[in-house]
């Protein structure tokens, strides 16, 4: 028994195996170095322990390795008894010996030699090393379980199969039951493995999507910090550009308004000797001819005084911020078109279009139009004179509080008439639908109809094309800007803003 009292001493109490690399702690207790390791690193940082006593650390300890520990347990390694069961042979007392068998029906574990001499009776069942002796027999009959009941999934003895309560049942040899069970058993673990390998690699793939996720905003980040510190430059080089013109006309018009003062004095000076000079006239004809002399000098106009230009100062701004616009939309993401207009001949006739061709308004009165090609028939609905067939594109609109309205892009070739002429209800249109006065949301394509909760917050609503990508998205300009809806697709012809406007009061004006 020593050599059992030894193996439990150098036993790893974490992976109940010989140490290997063991490393003590400060209380004293042993453990593997990776077993130690693997342990404090399911711990949450300040609150490591150690897995037998449960002392405590404030901070993770510095590991020592045990050479002494290391080197017994080698040498056990090496000369001990080799026996990852820890079950020794029930006749070796003098010495312990690993056992190989055991036998069901002795209750007894053997080495090789006793197991040599052991009955070859077929009585005597015999297994892999083990102590449990109580779960291979019948608790009532106590006698061996060599059967397996299917009707009531129970492991039974031969008394149980004969007279007892399974007596009449269907059953199978235990070991046939149990290789089946091991085939159902293996087939399941495949299952759980492959799951297991699915689950892995969806976990991989959303880690390597955070990580994507990450380096986009940090660039994204680093490039809009970038931007707005160019345009907070350019602001103030227009700033002073601004100053120094509005310095320069002031400096212009005070040298004009300090000349034209300076001749004013002078002629003032003129005026008031010539006034001494009359006064001092004796005669009558010098007195008249004098008088006529400033009369006609003081009809004279002086020059009126510089001013500052103000509509020089405010064009030169205007340039300015308009450059600086036109350089911020050359780096944005997407282009945003000035020239989305309505297209008058695809408009139903229930639909009015504004003077400026930016709005579309719902009328019960039917509208006396004659061209019928391209209009649309069944539902008040109107495209734009704008097709986009690459890149990515933003506008946005504006709602009315009330009434039944349709958002979204479509082909050309979409029907115009019968049910399919709705947008969302083919495949060659994408919609937003916002209905019952903005209390409900909805989004549409190919019939199929997908509800957003929750409804709009306002009346204004982003939309974004990206035509290689294939993606059609709905934002809300509330704030913050909501992400409603994106369709995914692959897009193959000209694509269409459209829009519709049903019942009374109901309108939607393209903003930009």
Not at 262 to 283: A, N, S
Not at 311 to 334: C, E, H, N, P, Q
Not at 363 to 386: C, G, H, W
Request: proline letters at 3%.
């Amino acid at each position: 028994m020593a050599s059992a009292d030894m193996r439990k001493e150098l036993t790893c109490p974490i992976c109940v195996s010989i140490y290997t690399d063991p490393v003590t702690l400060t209380c004293g207790h042993n453990f593997c170095l990776s077993c130690i390791n693997r342990t404090w690193d399911n711990q949450d940082e300040g609150e490591y322990s150690c897995p037998e006593c449960q002392l405590r650390f404030s901070k993770r300890p510095e590991l020592k390795r045990n050479l002494r520990m290391h080197n017994i347990s080698k040498t056990f390694q090496l000369t001990g008894p080799v026996n990852d069961t820890g079950i020794f042979c029930t006749y070796c007392i003098h010495s312990p010996v690993p056992a190989t068998k055991s036998c069901l029906m002795r209750d007894a574990s053997l080495c090789d030699a006793h197991l040599s001499v052991h009955s070859k009776s077929g009585e005597h069942v015999l297994t892999e090393p083990t102590t449990s002796w109580g779960i291979t027999k019948c608790a009532k009959h106590k006698k061996l379980l060599k059967y397996y009941c299917t009707e009531d999934a129970a492991c039974i003895c031969e008394s149980c199969k004969l007279s007892g309560e399974h007596r009449g049942h269907d059953v199978e040899l235990l070991n046939e039951a149990s290789e089946k069970k091991k085939e159902k058993l293996k087939a399941v673990l495949q299952k759980l493995t492959t799951k297991i390998e699915k689950t892995e690699n969806r976990v991989q793939s959303l880690q390597e999507h955070r990580r994507r996720v990450q380096e986009k905003a940090a660039g994204g980040t680093e490039r809009l910090t970038t931007q707005i510190r160019d345009i907070m430059e350019q602001l103030k080089d227009l700033e002073k550009r601004v100053l120094s013109e509005i310095t320069r006309q002031q400096d212009q018009a005070l040298t004009t308004i300090s000349k034209v003062i300076q001749q004013l004095e002078k002629e003032k000076d003129k005026l008031t000797r010539k006034m001494c000079h009359i006064e001092d006239l004796d005669d009558f004809c010098g007195a008249e001819k004098g008088d006529n002399e400033v009369t006609q000098r003081g009809d004279k106009q002086v020059p009126a005084g510089g001013d500052l230009d103000e509509v020089l100062i405010s064009v030169t701004l205007y340039r300015g911020l308009a450059d600086i616009v036109t350089d911020v939309k050359r780096g944005m993401y997407m282009h945003v078109p000035s020239d989305i207009l309505l297209d008058i001949k695809t408009a139903h006739n229930n639909i009015i279009l504004s003077g400026d061709l930016k709005t579309a308004s719902y009328t019960d009165i039917n509208q006396p139009r004659l061209e019928k090609a391209k209009r649309f028939t069944v539902y008040p609905q109107v495209l734009s004179t704008k097709s986009f067939s690459s890149g990515r594109h933003y506008w946005e609109v504006q709602i009315s509080e009330s009434g039944d309205l349709y958002i979204g892009v479509c082909y050309t070739s979409m029907e115009r008439e019968g049910y399919q002429s709705l947008i969302g209800n083919n495949n060659k249109s994408w919609g937003l639908r916002s209905f019952n006065n903005n209390k409900d949301l909805s989004v549409r394509y190919n019939t199929k109809v997908t509800s957003l909760s929750p409804p709009l917050s306002c009346d204004r609503v982003g939309i974004l094309l990206d035509y290689e990508a294939g993606r059609l998205t709905f934002y809300e300009l509330c704030d913050p800007i909501r992400h409603l809806h994106t369709f995914t697709t692959t897009f193959s012809e000209l694509l269409y803003p459209a829009f519709s406007a049903w019942s009374d009061c109901a309108w939607v004006r393209i903003l930009r």
